[in-house]
């Protein structure tokens, strides 16, 4: 097994490796790397801090090949090192609110009535949107975990490929999420790089600063 790599130390650096890895070597990621990885997506940013998602570590190649059926054809379901898949919550409600409160004054201390008005705001913007809003909502943060896992994923010099092209229902029956109030949300290969993978050899195609950015 080949030495784990050193963390690119520049941000610019880490982007510029990073890239979609269209074929993944058979070499497994360390369970310390894949948890690090986990935790850092774990900590990113979410509208109120409420984190309404999940994240599925797919370890089980049981469990893969029963998914890849449901991938349009994209074999690194199966073939990488480990899958992840971002769910979000289905049932946005005062709970949801709770639920972050409870873990709130267990963090930081204090009395609910420290929070109680910043409480009451949160859980009276969730409900001014529709059940459809609310779910929409919901996928947006998993969205924004999905780029935190994907950055970090690049310093740390894990290779991943995220994916949003696959059967989301049959997704949620073959891992069982509609029992647990989720739906998923979009998919991450991670692992490493194969020698045959010629795209990562490829300059990376982003339009110039002056055409993203727009200056007021």
């Known amino acids: 097994m080949k030495p784990q790599a050193k963390p690119l130390s520049s941000i610019h650096a880490a982007l510029d490796w990073r890239y979609a890895v269209r074929e993944f070597s058979p070499e497994k990621l360390s369970t310390q790397a894949v948890e690090t990885l986990i935790d850092a997506a774990r900590k990113?940013?979410?509208?109120?801090?409420?984190?309404?998602?999940?994240?599925?570590?797919?370890?089980?190649?049981?469990?893969?090949?029963d998914l890849l059926p449901h991938s349009f054809g994209q074999e690194k379901v199966l073939d990488s090192s480990h899958l992840v898949v971002f769910a979000a919550d289905t049932a946005i409600d005062d709970q949801t609110v709770d639920r972050y409160v409870e873990q709130y004054l267990k963090v930081r201390g204090g009395s609910y009535e420290d929070i109680a008005g910043y409480a009451s705001h949160i859980k009276?913007?969730?409900?001014?949107?529709?059940?459809?809003?609310?779910?929409?909502?919901?996928?947006?943060?998993?969205?924004?975990?999905?780029?935190?896992?994907?950055?970090?994923?690049?310093?740390?010099?894990?290779?991943?490929?995220?994916?949003?092209?696959?059967?989301?229902?049959?997704?949620?029956?073959?891992?069982?999420?509609?029992?647990?109030?989720?739906?998923?949300?979009?998919?991450?290969?991670?692992?490493?790089?194969?020698?045959?993978?010629?795209?990562?050899?490829?300059?990376?195609?982003?339009?110039?600063?002056?055409?993203?950015?727009?200056?007021?």
Not at 52 to 57: A, Q
């Open 124 to 216: 009276q913007s969730l409900a001014s949107k529709s059940p459809a809003g609310k779910r929409e909502w919901a996928h947006q943060q998993a969205y924004i975990a999905l780029g935190t896992l994907l950055t970090a994923a690049a310093v740390l010099q894990i290779d991943s490929c995220p994916m949003t092209g696959f059967d989301r229902q049959a997704y949620d029956q073959v891992l069982g999420l509609t029992e647990r109030g989720l739906e998923s949300s979009s998919i991450v290969a991670l692992g490493h790089r194969s020698a045959r993978d010629h795209s990562a050899g490829l300059a990376k195609v982003r339009f110039d600063y002056e055409d993203v950015v727009i200056r007021m």
């Open 44 to 65: 990113s940013a979410s509208s109120y801090g409420l984190q309404p998602y999940k994240m599925i570590l797919v370890e089980s190649d049981a469990v893969r090949r």
